[in-house]
């Protein structure tokens, strides 16, 4: 289960590798690995996945 840290103007996931999406595995958003936990920031104003239905 992913942590998420709500920030201003974005949010901050914490995710172990198994739970990455896509785009998350292909580095489209900054990502920071530490040991086996990857740190995600996904900003506000970033374009949602293709995938992703609104809603």
Same mark, same amino acid.
């Given at each position: 289960m992913a942590l998420r840290i709500k920030l201003p103007g974005g949010t901050v996931k /914490?995710?172990?590798?198994r739970?990455?999406?896509?785009?998350?595995?292909d580095r *489209?958003?900054? /990502?920071l690995k530490?040991?086996?936990?990857?740190?995600?920031?996904?900003s506000d *104003?970033?374009?949602p996945?293709?995938?992703?239905?609104p809603g």
């Open positions: /914490v995710k172990t590798y739970e990455l999406r896509t785009r998350e595995r *489209r958003v900054p /990502v530490i040991g086996s936990v990857y740190f995600i920031w996904w *104003r970033q374009k996945d293709n995938n992703q239905r």
